[in-house]
């Protein structure tokens, strides 16, 4: 069931979705050489807490860290460890999650190591691009479909693999809700958005080609050829002439 979410409740999320920012924003200090997975989820964990939220990663169906951080080819769902450390040139994913007053709201962005190859400049050039193309899709009355159709045409004009297995999707009173937002599909089909609607939206691309496997951690997705992967993601609000995001300032 698609919930529409009150005034009172959207604020909630945002409130939330605030937290979110702020610990992305906190985090860009820490994205450098020589430091650890481990260190980026503990730090990441600490600062939500600080903030008085709760990770909604840790312990939701099991995931054993606070937030995911993911590194290169590493699409979603990576692990901290104290033995993984970032390198020169890397790209890593911090997806952060935030419980706040029985809110949950949702954001991942992939960030440059230092410098970084054209590959990779491009591939999160346009994965970042991809989120904001989608977001345009969306108001009250669009068909969903519209939004994922939108994505994938812009990704693949631009030599993009698109996930197919991973997709966004609801969010509010919990993590993930109906509906299903994927980064691909027809045009007018899917469901209709309507005005209260609080939807996840995250691109999540290749530079090669779209396959993923799942490693032997059982949470850990990756691109099936090793080539690098982005995932970019707002929780935002449908409203009758649009959006709004709600994990900004």
Request: charged share 25%.
């Amino acid at each position: 069931m698609i919930t529409i979410y009150r005034e009172d409740e959207i604020a909630k999320v945002k409130a939330s979705g605030h937290i979110t920012y702020l610990t992305h924003q906190h985090m860009k200090e820490f994205i450098k050489p020589g430091v650890s997975t481990k260190f980026l989820d503990e730090e990441a964990g600490r600062f939500i807490r600080s903030m008085g939220g709760i990770p909604s990663c840790l312990n939701y169906e099991g995931f054993p860290a606070n937030i995911c951080v993911s590194v290169n080819e590493e699409v979603v769902h990576g692990i901290g460890r104290d033995d993984h450390y970032l390198k020169e040139g890397d790209i890593v994913t911090l997806d952060i999650c935030t419980l706040y007053e029985g809110y949950h709201s949702d954001s991942a962005w992939t960030y440059p190591v230092g410098k970084i190859n054209k590959e990779k400049e491009h591939l999160l050039h346009h994965t970042e691009k991809a989120l904001y193309v989608g977001l345009k899709e969306i108001k009250d009355g669009a068909p969903l479909g519209n939004l994922g159709a939108r994505i994938q045409q812009y990704a693949e004009s631009h030599g993009l693999g698109v996930i197919r297995e991973l997709v966004g999707h609801g969010v509010g009173h919990n993590l993930h809700e109906d509906p299903d937002v994927p980064n691909f599909g027809k045009y007018n089909s899917g469901p209709v958005l309507k005005a209260g609607m609080i939807i996840a939206v995250e691109p999540m691309l290749t530079a090669g080609k779209r396959y993923v496997n799942i490693l032997d951690d059982d949470w850990t997705i990756v691109t099936d050829d090793n080539r690098p992967s982005a995932h970019f993601e707002h929780t935002v609000v449908v409203l009758e002439d649009g959006y709004e995001i709600l994990t900004g300032e």
